[in-house]
């Protein structure tokens, strides 16, 4: 079975359960400060999982985009990605652990309607309970009826602390316990094993984990639980790319259907032979493609930042296995070739663009660095103070310091050093993340909610002083202030920036309502209401009108809310500051008072 089967047979599966499927949201989210990128199925429905009624009902499905960087470094084993697909399905308020269960089992085995897989190979975790919530027994006695009716022996449920059975997306937001199904890749394990012989086998990667079904029946709030949500949700999450491997028999992900074309790919341009080197290429190159497909340009700071960071590294394996000029290119046209049927908007022109213009800034950059490396020769030795100095003031990733020092028979000392700065960087880098987002739209406040809705009469004001061309590529709301960033190709004028304020502060003035209408996406369409950069809609959405006293539309977008239902409870409307964000994009910050 191959992956576009798999994925086909996942959303037929729960289509046939009652579940409607809804396509994947951008990899940036939307209206949603608390995380660069979408890192689970769940956030773009976290609206929904709080008691906000879907349009599309209460039970849906679909394969999601996925960005996670935080075990960059595990990158080039056989599991771990940058870029992945997370297959889900959600009950908001309707069937909850017992259903969530049979079906996940039933999916997985099943010859006839599933992916066929051994149930003797199955091994399960469930949570063992903690200060937050009960020992989850319910999930445990639900596993064991069905492991001792379809006749699987042996140990195979365990009890784990909330480290690995407790899900959340960040400090706020739906959470709540879950219970993880792994997969023995070896085959030798279908007698069952101890907790400790399970655990063992996970280090080992025998065993790897092929889905989690996440039971959302708490809130958290800047980090701590509150208590129970209004209605018990189920998020599930299947990763796309471990199934395959698991389906086709396969020890690694990049062994798949997914990764072979662009391995080869890479191997058929290079002249050196480098297992590890070849999949962070392969996986670093693939999840930059879907960054800049969804919006996201190289820079210092955030989004940006990872995106470039990610493209350098992949540039420093590519010479590592001496690959051929031109290399990045045919790299990027096998992995557009790879997802068409799935992913159109990946179109090659501005992406090859992007990726080789940053090619050539860290060439540039690597020329500074190696020209700092030059200066510790005297010394005779290398330290890890002297290596976090060359990459994070110059650029030079650590392995390539090493690498010089070898060259030049120089000893590298006091790694830890290396380590130690590298911990202060994150932590100064989280803290800055935290305080930048600081009273994210994820906890609904009541300023953050009105700086949402000022946001949107903001986008309308642009429109009318620039003209309609402008369109949002991005979006930051905290409690202190909003942020949008929108494509424009110059400096907007003092008189420019006056006469956006002052649209603004007249709208809120005039005290006009916000309304909330679900109608078909073509229907939206046909209207003209914004849509945000790069996400796909379902057929049924929801648009917020602000009206005018004779009922025409001031402004009208595609979005899940929270608004108010009135202007004028907004207060004054302020321009901070007017800025560049990278070419052909504009960044305003602004406040009410």
């Given at each position: 079975m191959n992956s576009e089967k798999i994925r086909k047979t996942f959303l037929?599966?729960?289509?046939?359960?009652?579940?409607?499927?809804?396509?994947?949201?951008?990899?940036?989210?939307?209206?949603?400060?608390?995380?660069?990128?979408?890192?689970?199925?769940?956030q773009p429905l976290a609206p929904y999982l709080l008691g906000e009624t879907h349009p599309l009902g209460k039970r849906l499905v679909n394969v999601q985009k996925c960005i996670r960087t935080g075990d960059i470094d595990a990158i080039g084993d056989n599991t771990h990605l940058t870029f992945f697909e997370m297959m889900g399905n959600w009950s908001l308020g309707d069937y909850f652990k017992n259903e969530a269960i049979g079906w996940s089992f039933e999916l997985l085995t099943s010859k006839e309607r599933g992916f066929g897989l051994d149930p003797r190979r199955l091994y399960v975790t469930v949570f063992e309970g903690d200060e937050n919530a009960p020992k989850d027994d319910e999930s445990f006695n639900i596993w064991k009826e069905i492991f001792d009716k379809n006749g699987v022996a042996g140990e195979r449920i365990y009890f784990m602390g909330a480290k690995s059975n407790w899900w959340s997306a960040g400090g706020n937001g739906p959470c709540g316990p879950d219970t993880e199904m792994f997969y023995d890749l070896t085959g030798s394990l279908t007698s069952g094993m101890t907790k400790e012989e399970y655990l063992k086998a996970d280090e080992e990667q025998r065993v790897v984990e092929i889905w989690n079904n996440v039971f959302m029946e708490y809130e958290k709030k800047n980090g701590k639980v509150i208590g129970r949500?209004?209605?018990?949700?189920?998020?599930?999450?299947?990763?796309?790319?471990?199934?395959?491997?698991?389906?086709?028999?396969?020890?690694?992900?990049?062994?798949?259907?997914?990764?072979?074309?662009?391995?080869?790919?890479?191997?058929?341009?290079?002249?050196?032979?480098?297992?590890?080197?070849?999949?962070?290429?392969?996986?670093?190159?693939?999840?930059?493609?879907?960054?800049?497909?969804?919006?996201?340009?190289?820079?210092?700071?955030?989004?940006?930042?990872?995106?470039?960071?990610?493209?350098?590294?992949?540039?420093?394996?590519?010479?590592?296995?001496?690959?051929?000029?031109?290399?990045?290119?045919?790299?990027?046209?096998?992995?557009?070739?790879?997802?068409?049927?799935?992913?159109?908007?990946?179109?090659?022109?501005?992406?090859?663009?992007?990726?080789?213009?940053?090619?050539?800034?860290?060439?540039?950059t690597l020329q500074e660095g190696l020209k700092q490396f030059?200066?510790?020769i005297p010394q005779g030795y290398i330290t890890g103070a002297n290596a976090s100095m060359l990459a994070f003031t110059f650029g030079l990733p650590k392995e390539l310091t090493i690498?010089?020092?070898?060259?030049k028979g120089l000893e590298?000392?006091?790694?830890?050093?290396?380590?130690?700065?590298?911990?202060?960087?994150?932590?100064?880098?989280?803290?800055?993340?935290?305080?930048?987002?600081?009273?994210?739209?994820?906890?609904?406040?009541?300023?953050t909610i009105k700086l949402h809705t000022a946001h949107h009469l903001l986008l309308s004001a642009l429109q009318k002083v620039l003209g309609k061309e402008v369109k949002q590529k991005g979006s930051n709301i905290t409690e202190?202030?909003?942020?949008?960033?929108?494509?424009?190709?110059?400096?907007?004028?003092?008189?420019?920036?006056?006469?956006?304020?002052n649209i603004v502060n007249e709208h809120i003035k005039s005290d006009l309502p916000v309304i909330r209408r679900e109608m078909h996406r073509i229907e939206a369409e046909t209207l003209g209401a914004e849509m945000e950069f790069g996400t796909k809609y379902p057929e049924i959405v929801s648009i917020y009108f602000i009206?005018?006293?004779?009922?025409?539309?001031?402004?009208?977008?595609?979005?899940?809310?929270?608004?108010?239902?009135?202007?004028?409870?907004?207060?004054?409307?302020?321009?901070?500051?007017?800025?560049?964000?990278?070419?052909?994009?504009?960044?305003i910050k602004a406040t009410l008072t």
């Amino acid at each position: 079975m191959n992956s576009e089967k798999i994925r086909k047979t996942f959303l037929s599966f729960f289509e046939d359960k009652d579940h409607k499927v809804i396509p994947s949201a951008s990899l940036v989210p939307e209206n949603d400060p608390s995380v660069l990128f979408t890192t689970a199925g769940m956030q773009p429905l976290a609206p929904y999982l709080l008691g906000e009624t879907h349009p599309l009902g209460k039970r849906l499905v679909n394969v999601q985009k996925c960005i996670r960087t935080g075990d960059i470094d595990a990158i080039g084993d056989n599991t771990h990605l940058t870029f992945f697909e997370m297959m889900g399905n959600w009950s908001l308020g309707d069937y909850f652990k017992n259903e969530a269960i049979g079906w996940s089992f039933e999916l997985l085995t099943s010859k006839e309607r599933g992916f066929g897989l051994d149930p003797r190979r199955l091994y399960v975790t469930v949570f063992e309970g903690d200060e937050n919530a009960p020992k989850d027994d319910e999930s445990f006695n639900i596993w064991k009826e069905i492991f001792d009716k379809n006749g699987v022996a042996g140990e195979r449920i365990y009890f784990m602390g909330a480290k690995s059975n407790w899900w959340s997306a960040g400090g706020n937001g739906p959470c709540g316990p879950d219970t993880e199904m792994f997969y023995d890749l070896t085959g030798s394990l279908t007698s069952g094993m101890t907790k400790e012989e399970y655990l063992k086998a996970d280090e080992e990667q025998r065993v790897v984990e092929i889905w989690n079904n996440v039971f959302m029946e708490y809130e958290k709030k800047n980090g701590k639980v509150i208590g129970r949500l209004p209605q018990k949700n189920v998020d599930t999450g299947s990763g796309l790319e471990r199934v395959t491997s698991v389906i086709q028999g396969k020890n690694s992900v990049f062994e798949t259907d997914l990764f072979l074309p662009i391995i080869q790919k890479i191997q058929s341009i290079s002249k050196t032979k480098d297992m590890r080197a070849e999949r962070i290429i392969a996986d670093h190159l693939r999840t930059a493609v879907f960054m800049i497909a969804d919006g996201v340009n190289p820079s210092n700071t955030d989004r940006g930042y990872v995106l470039r960071r990610l493209i350098r590294r992949a540039v420093r394996y590519t010479d590592l296995v001496n690959m051929e000029d031109g290399g990045l290119k045919l790299i990027i046209e096998t992995i557009q070739s790879t997802y068409k049927n799935t992913y159109p908007e990946i179109t090659l022109g501005s992406i090859i663009s992007v990726i080789t213009e940053e090619e050539q800034k860290f060439r540039k950059t690597l020329q500074e660095g190696l020209k700092q490396f030059e200066k510790f020769i005297p010394q005779g030795y290398i330290t890890g103070a002297n290596a976090s100095m060359l990459a994070f003031t110059f650029g030079l990733p650590k392995e390539l310091t090493i690498e010089l020092a070898q060259e030049k028979g120089l000893e590298f000392r006091d790694e830890g050093e290396f380590e130690e700065e590298l911990k202060k960087h994150r932590e100064l880098s989280r803290a800055g993340s935290e305080q930048k987002f600081k009273g994210g739209l994820a906890n609904t406040s009541e300023q953050t909610i009105k700086l949402h809705t000022a946001h949107h009469l903001l986008l309308s004001a642009l429109q009318k002083v620039l003209g309609k061309e402008v369109k949002q590529k991005g979006s930051n709301i905290t409690e202190e202030r909003l942020r949008i960033d929108f494509s424009f190709s110059r400096k907007l004028t003092p008189d420019e920036l006056n006469a956006v304020e002052n649209i603004v502060n007249e709208h809120i003035k005039s005290d006009l309502p916000v309304i909330r209408r679900e109608m078909h996406r073509i229907e939206a369409e046909t209207l003209g209401a914004e849509m945000e950069f790069g996400t796909k809609y379902p057929e049924i959405v929801s648009i917020y009108f602000i009206e005018d006293k004779d009922g025409n539309a001031v402004s009208k977008e595609f979005c899940g809310g929270p608004h108010v239902k009135n202007t004028g409870v907004l207060g004054k409307f302020k321009i901070q500051k007017e800025e560049s964000v990278s070419a052909g994009i504009r960044r305003i910050k602004a406040t009410l008072t």
